[in-house]
């Protein structure tokens, strides 16, 4: 049975009456799943209009536009945290955690990005030579986390889990069934959640592939009124990536040819079923850890694809106004094949390219080719 909105309130009354006798305050109060809770901002809002002495921390599973849909009646009154999965350093850090000064030689080095952003080769290289002769020792166990991240993913409520059916029956209640089923429900009351399944899963099938949603929809078989107002949906609430192609006015609305990545591979995996595939991170791996890392970069203002005449870049990062970072991955043995990046160089007048590998380190006509497992470390 579900309290009234009376009930609710007199509960929470009596909550606050006794938090408020904390010594010292603030007191604390957690809320779980808060948004379960109807017009559950308005309760905040109350007491913090009255100066009450208490810090809420509300927290949920649900997706995020559920939460800011909340937010307006708060306006001035919150912090709002949005936490995406587990990124590839926090995965290596926790597995690592009973040897902490791995985290320590981790910040020790944190320049990188500053490197790569500001079109540094020579200073990049040098961070990594220095950063390679710091973990050697866990070269070994940093190998091996990489693969291990492209099946388990950022979700650290799986990665104890013994058994890969446990993990995968997990993940694709809580992460998928849960957002497509219940949050994108009580966002938009959409009656047929199979049919977004149904593309959600087209997307998974073709990450990092150029598409559209008229090629999508003809696909999948649901109207293109389905795709339109659901892929961004998918992408507020966490479920994937969503990259456009490259526009040298990056602000500029565009519609047209995109692609799409899974916001965490371990979601692929477990609707694919395609955990036991993961042998080494190539391919399309590769592009979805990159792609992950590069849209948790702060001075990232947009993460694009190119693709001109043949020529193509998998990645532009925009940043700091009108600069650019091209970058390629490369998973395979061509490394001395990147057309594209040198044609976007010369044609947008940049002076530093990046290709991510998995082979060594080096730095020649202007091209950082550096490895995968340090730039998903050190940026």
């Known amino acids: 049975m579900v309290a009234s909105s009376q009930d609710q309130q007199v509960i929470i009354d009596l909550l606050v009456s006794r938090m408020q006798m904390a010594d010292p305050p603030p007191a604390y ?5 808060v948004q379960r809770l109807p017009r559950w901002e308005l309760f905040l809002k109350k007491y913090y209009d009255l100066k009450t002495p208490i810090r809420f921390v509300v927290s949920g599973s649900a997706s995020s536009p559920i939460f800011r849909s909340s937010q307006e009646s708060l306006l001035g009154r919150v912090k709002d945290r949005h936490l995406l999965p587990f990124s590839f350093r926090e995965f290596c850090e926790f597995r690592l955690r009973h040897r902490p000064e791995f985290a320590c030689l981790l910040k020790a080095h944190g320049r990188l990005r500053e490197f790569l952003l500001n079109g540094d080769g020579p200073g990049a290289q040098d961070c990594v030579v220095r950063l390679t002769k710091a973990l050697a020792p866990y070269e070994g166990e940093i190998n091996e986390s990489v693969v291990s991240y492209c099946r388990e993913g950022g979700f650290p409520e799986v990665w104890e889990l013994s058994d890969p059916v446990r993990k995968t029956e997990y993940l694709m209640e809580q992460q998928v069934r849960k957002v497509l ?3 994108l429900i009580m966002l938009t009351q959409y009656r047929k959640p199979e049919n977004v399944l149904r593309f959600f899963v087209y997307l998974l099938s073709h990450p990092g592939v150029e598409v559209n949603i008229t090629k999508i929809a003809s696909s999948v078989g649901v109207e293109r009124r389905v795709v339109e107002e659901n892929l961004p949906r998918l992408e507020m609430t966490d479920l994937i990536l969503r990259v456009p192609k490259f526009s040298h006015r990056p602000l500029r609305v565009r519609q047209g040819n995109l692609k799409v990545y899974p916001i965490d591979m371990a979601l692929r995996n477990t609707v694919l079923k395609t955990w036991g595939q993961v042998e080494s991170p190539l391919g399309v791996y590769a592009e979805n850890l990159v792609v992950r890392e590069l849209v948790s970069w702060s001075e990232r203002i947009e993460v694009a694809y190119y693709r001109e005449k043949g020529k193509e870049v998998d990645f532009v990062l925009t940043h700091g106004g009108n600069k650019y970072l091209p970058i390629e991955v490369k998973s395979g043995e061509r490394l001395d094949k990147v057309d594209g990046l040198k044609s976007f160089m010369k044609r947008f007048d940049i002076g530093f390219g990046l290709v991510v590998t998995r082979r060594e ?19």
């Open 181 to 183: 089923y219940e949050d």
């Open 29 to 33: 109060v957690f809320l779980d799943e």
């Open 361 to 379: 380190l080096k730095f020649e006509n202007n091209i950082l080719f550096l490895p995968l497992r340090y730039f998903l470390l050190a940026t």
